[in-house]
């Protein structure tokens, strides 16, 4: 051995004075080598073999470093190609024969054995002859004892599998292929043998059969076995009587015959079709993606006494969406997939989940892009439907959610006809020509000790596509403690609220990225006879821009996390000496998980409010800040929203004020809203 | 405020004297198969998000930009499926899509990877830079990829990686390990079996070396093949004990018994075990003697006695000592033992043949009476403990005359799958009894009818032990790494994470783990192995201070002298610090002491250093070794003065649990 090594350094270092790529890394490889470094050695080597790839010794001296790691399998590969590269050296070859044996590589053993024994040179002619001889009668021993094993017991399938396997070993393709056959008739749903028997028919020349039982494989139930049997079919898709000679060969192989009759459906071959549908439900009732499709033929020719037990059956046994898909097709008879080289339904889950995440993680226009691809794998997914309504939804395209929701709707699925039933009625008002919206703030106040409450009942015509829309309103602002003691103040008593009903007509905008503009006329009536500061009817006109935006995960079902709203009026109040004010607050903080048990589900966030005036009046300027909580109850209608809020004010401007510069107050109340 | 919580959040461990990942953090609600994956190489889980390994499945709190300076820094951040991170750093979906079923990993293309359910993907792009680790495998189309980034790096894959962590992308974990990633943690205590029949040519003293590395404490070797002593073979199994010794490794000899060796088989026909089809018992590689015939029994007895003589073993496996074959009395031409002893021994308990139970024509066919067929399958069964019992006391024959010797029963379960009483005559709640008169470790071995059962069989299997015996110290568990029969995926054999998670839920649910067999094993996998048997159960981090707790003791990635719970900590060797089960910290000291125990293959309960050298109580069921950094001048063993033994420069010290004090 280190005669050969030196002998190949030595031609290394004369091929490098020709300038060899390989010359480097040979020569470390070798080095390596002899340190027992023999991971870099290999490394060395395959670098070398990469840069030389046909110099045999250099595959020869990487096997014999790869056999000093225990690495035999890529030994024998190196050794292999070794003697593919010389196939004169015999020793080498000799090499990879046993290579061959010692990793279950029997056959190939075994001939490569026979013909050294036969055409090798003198020193490994003697060698081959016994090692063949050796290998030989143990097979044909073994042959022996399980051809006596299958005649005692002829239905035993592991020892016509092992009978097989063994005579293949021997190269006796026919003795191989009759067991490995009687194997596949006893145990059919192993598709594994379909491949053992391919094998063996195209060894005896029988290509025909072999490339139709790798067909039948390619499409067994097997994912594995139809991998490897793809590997060895061409890679164009079969013809129609190439599926019907592997359906001779494998008559029980559904998705095979499946396959079969949507390729034929596709052709136009209907009748062909229906023939091979009917043989997979006759074959496998319970094949209920078959039995609709052929319901769907005989509806299609107007057999309907063909069609009905068999769309009957796949209404009580199918799952809903099959069980959908008929109820449609009932009116339109329709194909139920596509035949492409594709796993239909693999499409469209793969698009459901990556539109879930999507959704989840507030990538609308993602998750519209997968909902779509998703409603074009499954058109009669409702739940899909329901998606696409919520994803246009929050991508503020109302007119087409809309239409989503009214189809999802028509789910047979309770849950979720009921879900997009609710979210159309939240939706349709906005398209409605008539919409009143009521809603209602009432709260209590620490600083005040009093509690506050506001309400406006407003119905809004929808003009044409106009985007204005006129409406009649009724506000109600008042409180319970009417106006402050005035004992304890030197001035005239003061009201805390407006204490009046203000009924008008009102003309808004649309919303538009969170801002709408509107103004108001009317009359503030009071309803304090006692209060002298005002008369009993006043004119009210006020109107301004509003501004509302939420971030992160807002207190709607099932969400939590992160959350950030900000809400700004600027608002003329003709009632206020003509003033502008200007009204910012701000929250955020975390929307809690919300509990199972009772519905109860949460916010803790933190205010930063601020109020400022054109006329700088100091009741109308300061700022406030402090903690909150918000929260509701599953049980109670969504929009009912409980707060409390506690916060420290800041007044901003001294003059006039008859309080201090500084105040707390701990508001606590609820808010209720609904359109009709 | 936001980037501030950000940045709180998503920080990364401050690395202590070490380039190892410790901790992981998914990023969402939905940590998906995460946490499967990446504790089944020892990594912890923060909630906190202060940790080494991020997963980011779904929104992102951070840039692009922003998890790249987190992998500039030493992160690994894995990003799944389409996403705006994706995207910005390069991995575009395109409009061209692809039924994925079979996939190629580049380190291993000749792999078969299946997935078991297709899923159609787009065609991604990939950034420059990026390397490919996994592609379609007809279409090419690159599915999982990597970036690396300083000392960190980005892991994208196409989809995720199933629900079991295991179902799409078998290296995930090595990907990672190219991308830079260290495991946390090391343990040495793992057995592995070893045939070294076709292996001859190898040089065990690099395979010694490369075991120790994967964290093999104990070699069982396949000892048939030594039972006829020949120069060469002798001469080979002897350098392949010292050379595991060497290394710290003990060497056990695996024995099949009723399978003797090829030369018995071919010398005495007479002896030769028959199937129910009355042929010779060769059923696959194993060839059967008739243990029950008393001649043969004598004449193996005697020569398993001359092998184990003639060898240093630490001990002795007697493994699978009970009938053939899982497909039970329905496969006649497998069923034994069906030789005349046995056959007149049933006889004669029954008043007939054996073999009329197997003729359709009989009236005692099961087809017709089952009462016959339970006789024997009752019969055989006390005959495997017969035998169980019997073997068990020649090996304590052995070890009278040699103490040290451990003594292990392989034996298949029967507990989690109950049919293995009736087709092989194994009968778990027979023998486990035998541990209250005899010294042995029970090692189970996971039947081939329950392999594609997931990772989640073993803590079922210790549980179904739990009852047969409160020597719970001596169970272990074989797990068969082997091309499975079952139709599994997306491997034939486990690898990867897949037997990332054998391992490590198997070394949290038995005190030792053994492998079948060590050239199974995948090269790749090797480097990951110690980590997936080390069994953590805390870690916290405080500075340059660690707070650990484990199972069993293990290995702390660790660079320079050491203290645990405040003592200068004497068993470390470069890289390593090896601590005793149960909690403890670790923190950098000043100094070494004298000397360093580098590498020890018992059960460590404690270690300190002393003036003049160290001292350690360890625990052992066969000789321990351990490995010095410099000769020790004396040696003391539970106080008495002992002449110190050594394999090379490994010290050899006694069975049982004792106190060692050495000074240098």
Not at chain 1, 474 to 483: E, H, L, V, W, Y
Request: aromatic share 10%; proline share 6%; charged share 25%.
């Amino acid at each position: 051995m280190r005669t050969v090594w030196m002998a190949f350094v030595l031609s290394a270092l004369a091929a490098g004075q020709s300038k060899d790529a390989a010359y480097e890394p040979l020569q470390k490889a070798y080095e390596q080598s002899r340190a027992r470094q023999y991971d870099a050695a290999i490394a060395n080597f395959e670098r070398a073999a990469a840069l030389a790839p046909k110099r045999a010794a250099i595959h020869k001296d990487l096997a014999y470093t790869l056999l000093k790691t225990g690495d035999t399998e890529a030994a024998r590969d190196h050794f292999g190609e070794a003697m593919r590269l010389d196939a004169s050296d015999f020793h080498v070859a000799l090499e990879y024969a046993f290579l061959c044996y010692e990793t279950r590589q029997r056959a190939e053993a075994r001939r490569l054995f026979e013909r050294i024994r036969d055409r090798g040179d003198v020193g490994s002619r003697a060698t081959a002859a016994r090692t063949f001889q050796s290998i030989d009668s143990a097979l044909a021993e073994g042959i022996a004892r399980w051809r006596r094993a299958v005649e005692l017991s002829p239905n035993n399938f592991s020892a016509h599998q092992e009978l097989a396997r063994l005579a293949e070993e021997r190269d006796d393709a026919k003795l191989a292929a009759a067991h490995y056959e009687a194997a596949w008739r006893l145990r059919p749903d192993l598709s594994e043998l379909l491949l053992d028997v391919g094998r063996v028919w195209k060894a005896l020349g029988r290509n025909e059969e072999a490339a139709a039982a790798l067909l039948a494989a390619s499409r067994g139930s097997q994912p594995r076995i139809a991998e490897r049997a793809k590997a060895l079919i061409p890679s164009r898709y079969p013809y129609v009587y190439e599926f019907r000679k592997a359906l001779e060969i494998d008559p029980k192989n559904v998705e095979l015959r499946r396959e079969l009759a949507y390729l034929l459906l596709e052709m136009g071959k209907k009748d062909e079709a229906e023939q091979e549908f009917r043989g997979i439900v006759d074959a496998a009732p319970g094949d209920l993606l078959s039995t609709a499709q052929l319901g769907f033929l005989k509806l299609a020719r107007k057999d309907l006494p063909g069609a009905t037990p068999l769309l009957n059956r796949v209404l009580e046994q199918g799952d809903d969406e099959l069980a959908d898909r008929v109820r449609v097709a009932l009116k339109l008879p329709q194909s139920l997939k596509s035949r492409k080289d594709a796993a239909p339904d693999s499409r469209g889950t793969e698009a459901k989940a990556l539109a879930d995440k999507s959704l989840k993680a507030g990538y609308m226009k993602d998750a519209l892009k997968y909902l779509t691809v998703a409603h074009e794998a499954d058109p009669m997914d409702f739940a899909v439907m329901l998606k696409l309504g919520h994803a246009y939804n929050q991508l503020k395209q109302d007119r087409e959610a809309i239409k989503w929701f009214s189809l999802a709707r028509k789910s047979s699925d309770p849950s979720i006809s009921s879900e997009a039933d609710h979210a159309w009625h939240n939706l349709r008002p906005a398209f409605a020509p008539f919409r009143t919206t009521v809603w209602m703030f009432p709260f209590y106040s620490s600083r005040w000790k009093d509690v506050f409450s506001y309400a406006q009942v407003k119905t809004e015509i929808k003009v044409g596509n106009l985007p204005l829309r006129p409406y009649l309103t009724t506000r109600f602002i008042g409180d319970t403690r009417q106006a402050l003691d005035s004992s304890q103040l030197i001035v005239a008593p003061q009201y805390l609220s407006e204490s009046s009903f203000i009924v008008g007509a009102g003309i808004a905008t649309r919303t538009w990225r969170g801002v709408t503009g509107w103004f108001e006329a009317g009359e503030a009536i009071k309803y304090l006879g006692s209060r002298k500061d005002v008369g009993a009817m006043i004119p009210d006109y006020r109107g301004g821009l509003s501004y509302a935006r939420g971030f992160g995960h807002l207190l709607a079902p099932s969400s939590h996390g992160l959350f950030a709203e900000t809400n700004a009026d600027g608002i003329y109040v003709s009632r206020f000496n003509r003033d502008m004010l200007l009204y910012s607050q701000n929250r955020a903080g975390y929307t809690l998980r919300s509990a199972e048990n009772t519905g109860f589900h949460a916010q803790l966030y933190w205010n930063w409010n601020a109020t400022l005036d054109r006329k700088g009046e100091y009741w109308a300027n300061y700022i406030e800040t402090g903690p909150g909580v918000k929260f509701r109850f599953q049980p109670l209608p969504p929009s009912v929203v409980f707060s409390v809020n506690a916060v420290r004010g800041n007044y901003l401007v001294r003059e006039g004020n008859p309080r201090g510069p500084v105040f707390y107050d701990l508001r606590a109340g609820f808010w209720y809203a609904f359109t009709h | 405020m936001r980037s501030l919580i950000k940045t709180v959040l998503f920080a990364i461990v401050p690395v202590a004297a070490t380039g190892a990942t410790f901790s992981y953090h998914v990023v969402g609600e939905d940590k998906g198969a995460w946490p499967a994956i990446l504790t089944s190489v020892g990594l912890t889980e923060s909630p906190t998000g202060i940790a080494s390994v991020f997963v980011v499945r779904g929104a992102s709190p951070l840039s692009a930009a922003q998890w790249l300076e987190r992998a500039g820094q030493g992160a690994f951040v894995v990003l799944e499926g389409d996403s705006p991170v994706a995207r910005e750093l390069g991995f575009v979906p395109s409009q061209t899509r692809v039924v994925v079923r079979g996939v190629e990993d580049v380190r291993t293309p000749k792999l078969e990877i299946v997935w078991e359910k297709a899923v159609e993907l787009p065609v991604y792009t990939v950034p420059d830079g990026a390397k490919v680790f996994v592609r379609e495998r007809w279409a090419k189309a690159p599915l999982m990829a990597g970036l690396r980034k300083g000392p960190g790096g980005v892991l994208w894959l196409a989809v995720s990686p199933g629900p079991q962590g295991h179902e799409r992308f078998p290296y995930l974990i090595q990907a990672l390990g190219d991308l830079g990633f260290e495991a946390p943690f090391r343990s040495a205590q793992l057995w592995a079996f070893f045939d070294g029949s076709y292996r001859s040519r190898a040089d065990l003293d690099y395979l010694a070396e490369r075991w120790r590395k994967a964290g093999i404490g104990t070699l069982h070797v396949a000892a048939w093949h030594y039972y006829d002593s020949t120069p060469e073979g002798d001469a080979y199994l002897k350098r392949l004990i010292e050379a595991c010794h060497k290394q710290a490794i003990l060497v056990y000899a695996w024995l099949e018994l009723p399978h003797v060796s090829e030369k018995f088989w071919s010398d005495h026909p007479e002896w030769r075990e028959k199937t129910a089809l009355l042929q010779d018992a060769e059923l696959d590689w194993r060839k059967l003697i008739n243990l029950t015939n008393r001649d043969a029994f004598r004449t193996v007895a005697a020569g398993v006695k001359g092998l184990l003589g003639r060898f240093d073993w630490d001990g002795v496996n007697l493994a699978e000592l009970y009938f053939e074959s899982l497909e039970g009395y329905l496969n006649p031409a497998r069923f034994t033992p069906m030789n005349p002893d046995t056959r007149a021994e049933f006889k004669a308990k029954q008043g007939y043949d054996p073999l009329e139970l197997f003729d359709p024509n009989s009236p005692r066919h099961p087809s017709k009476d089952a009462s016959g067929m339970r006789a024997l399958l009752e019969y055989r069964a006390d005959l495997a403990r017969r035998w169980q019992t019997e073997w068990i006391g020649e090996m304590e024959a052995v070890r009278r005359g040699r103490p040290d010797m451990d003594l292990v029963l392989t034996h298949v379960d029967d507990r989690f799958d109950t049919r293995m009483r009736d087709l092989i005559g194994a009968d778990a709640g027979r023998v486990l009894p035998l541990l209250a008169q005899h010294d042995f470790t029970f090692l189970i071995e996971d039947p081939a009818t329950i392999w594609n059962l997931g990772p989640q069989r073993y803590p079922k299997i210790a549980s179904a032990y739990d009852p047969l015996t409160p020597r719970k110290d001596k169970m272990a568990i074989d797990i068969n790494i082997v091309e499975r029969y079952q139709d599994v995926y997306p491997t034939k054999q486990q690898t990867g994470t897949e037997l990332f998670q054998l391992v490590h839920l198997s070394s949290g649910a038995f005190p030792r783990v053994a492998l079948y067999f060590e050239n199974s094993i995948l090269k790749d996998d090797l480097a990951f192995l110690p980590a997936a048997a080390s069994t953590v159960t805390r870690l916290e981090q405080t500075g340059t201070k660690l707070a650990i707790d484990s199972k069993r003791g293990m290995g702390v990635p660790w660079t320079g002298p050491a203290k645990v719970d405040g003592r200068p900590w004497p068993v470390r060797d470069d890289k390593t610090v090896w601590v005793p089960a149960g909690p403890h910290a670790i923190e950098p000291a000043a100094k070494d002491g004298v000397a360093r125990m580098l590498d020890f293959n018992g059960t460590l309960e404690s270690a300190g250093t002393t003036a003049k050298g160290f001292e350690f109580a360890y625990r052992s069921s066969s000789r321990a070794l351990a490995k010095l950094d410099r000769a020790p001048r004396t040696l003391e063993i539970d106080g008495s003065q002992q002449q110190p033994v050594f394999f090379d420069s490994t010290l050899v010290l006694p069975r049982g649990q004792h106190i060692v004090s050495l000074t240098f």
